[in-house]
């Protein structure tokens, strides 16, 4: 079954940039997101992506500033995060999905998580 794993998290100050790979073993049904969770808080949608097309949709509150892709031959997706702002600061998990789906629930497979800290 469909198997994934999150690296690249790490601290960075405030406008910096990061790039999480998420290494997916076996092709989702129909895609991979990009979940986060601060402490205290849900976990909330991120970006997400078609693994077919690449096709993708983020969050409101990081458009503009993240890129979701997808490298089929490597079977990774890659979430760059540019302008990092403090509140980005969270626990980012994938996951795959067989639906076109924002919600958590209709997410398996997680991955382990990977720590973003971005300091003010």
């Known amino acids: 079954q469909v198997q994934l794993g999150e690296s690249g998290g790490g601290l960075v100050p405030a406008g910096g940039s990061l790039r999480l790979s998420c290494t997916v073993s076996?092709?989702?049904?129909?895609?991979v997101g990009w979940f986060r969770q601060a402490p205290g808080k849900e976990r909330s949608f991120v970006a997400r992506?078609?693994?077919?097309?690449?096709?993708?949709y983020y969050a409101d509150s990081v458009k503009g500033r993240f890129t979701i892709s997808r490298d089929v031959a490597k079977n990774t997706v890659y979430l760059e995060m540019n302008s990092l702002k403090p509140e980005d600061t969270a626990v980012y998990y994938c996951?795959?999905?067989?639906?076109?789906?924002?919600?958590?629930?209709?997410?398996?497979?997680w991955g382990q998580g990977t720590q973003v800290t971005v300091s003010a």
């Open positions: 996951a795959a999905t067989q639906y076109a789906s924002r919600a958590p629930t209709d997410y398996d497979n």
């Open positions: 992506i078609t693994w077919s097309t690449g096709v993708t």
């Open positions: 076996g092709r989702p049904s129909r895609g």
